[in-house]
């Protein structure tokens, strides 16, 4: 009960002179006790706490082993899985694959397994729409740890354990592959924030472009003003990869879904295109600017202005700046190239692109409007996550 594997070692005293070269199953009786070996393979100290960890993380730890149920029930109540029922090998050859599917969605430790019963398991689990990542480190453990999505083996492992994995732990510890996990969604989640945003704002400045050339008896704005401005915001969003990541937001694994950034892009672009429009209704019937000069360098300085405080809204699901707060040198980057976006029209630059010095008045107006579309954002963001049940 208490999970060592015992070998009874015994003496036999009468050997026969036939028997000294060819031994049988007949000559292993009548020999005296010697007493026992006991082999202990016990969990890491650190394994309890890093399964708690994964639980939490939303990973479901599933144990395969070989070994028989008594020495798999053992380790497993000591790092906390659940053993009160444990499935064996030969169950399972006599279930059909949705039988076992359905055992798979109940139980979490199947023991007594060959390396063909461990690579069924791992097939039908990805079949069932899982991601699933084996870890072992034996010449059995190689089918399966090909065929699951990310094989796990270590350093002290067998060479053929090593070539089929496709990451080698150097270091014994189920708290570097949490790590590892915590690591790679942190990448994914501001992965996201990048393509989000690029998509939703771009979407939502062809929109903005497209309208303003209909109504508006010139271009709002340039070529070359467009590729200037796109150019500086993009400087901005070099530094998500630095960013910081709410916890919430890698609980639990998320997927790349195409469908959900098609729901993103049609709902957060034509928001910011309502305000690209609202600014040229201000500057056409407010301030009855009638130059394309003066027209487009407002709304250039507006979109860089306008679309760095909208990396701040979309980059977390909480309140920006109040209940979440980016890194350092995303701030630094937003509040560096907003400034630049505001004086590059009064610089040579912005003269060989068409653009002219902004008055106090205008930077206001810009001000103002971006001040207005992130109350409203972050009111927006709301209903979306209502709405959909997700963000990033």
């Known amino acids: 009960m208490q999970g060592f594997r015992v070998i009874a070692v015994c003496q036999k005293n009468d050997i026969h002179n036939n028997a000294t070269e060819h031994f049988n199953i007949s000559d292993e009786k009548n020999m005296v006790l010697l007493g026992f070996i006991g082999f202990l393979d016990p969990p890491k100290a650190t394994a309890k706490e890093s399964i708690i960890r994964m639980n939490n993380a939303g990973i479901r730890v599933i144990v395969l082993t070989g070994d028989n149920a008594e020495v798999t029930k053992a380790v497993c109540d000591k790092v906390n899985i659940n053993s009160e029922r444990i499935v064996l090998g030969n169950e399972i050859d006599k279930l059909s694959d949705f039988a076992v599917i359905g055992l798979l969605q109940k139980n979490n430790i199947f023991a007594k397994l060959s390396p063909i019963q461990k690579a069924r398991i791992i097939r039908l689990l990805k079949e069932n729409h899982n991601i699933v990542g084996y870890m072992g480190d034996g010449i059995n453990d190689s089918p399966s740890l090909t065929n699951s999505d990310v094989g796990i083996s270590v350093d002290t492992a067998v060479d053929i354990a090593k070539e089929s994995a496709d990451i080698i732990l150097l270091e014994k510890d189920l708290n570097v592959l949490l790590d590892g996990v915590s690591e790679g969604r942190k990448t994914f989640a501001n992965l996201m924030k990048y393509i989000k945003m690029a998509t939703s704002f771009n979407f939502g400045e062809v929109l903005s472009v497209i309208i303003g050339s209909v ?154 409007i971006t001040f207005l579309y992130c109350i409203i954002a972050i009111f927006a963001k709301k209903i979306y996550i209502k709405k959909y049940g997700e963000w990033i």
């Open 215 to 368: 109504i508006l008896p010139f271009l709002p704005e340039t070529p070359i003003q467009l590729l200037v401005e796109s150019l500086l915001y993009d400087f901005g969003q070099l530094t998500l990869p630095f960013d910081n990541v709410d916890k919430e937001s890698i609980q639990e694994p998320k997927k790349f879904s195409i469908e959900n950034l098609k729901k993103f892009m049609f709902f957060m672009g034509p928001l910011s295109s309502i305000f690209d429009l609202l600014v040229f209704a201000s500057l056409w019937f407010i301030f009855s600017i009638r130059e394309a000069s003066t027209f487009q360098t407002i709304w250039f300085s507006y979109s860089i202005v306008s679309n760095l405080v909208g990396m701040h809204i979309i980059r977390t699901e909480k309140t920006p700046f109040l209940q979440s707060n980016a890194h350092k040198m995303v701030y630094f980057s937003s509040i560096l190239l907003a400034i630049i976006g505001l004086i590059v029209p009064s610089t040579i630059l912005g003269k060989v692109i068409g653009l002219v010095p902004l008055s106090l008045k205008y930077i206001g107006l810009i001000l103002i």
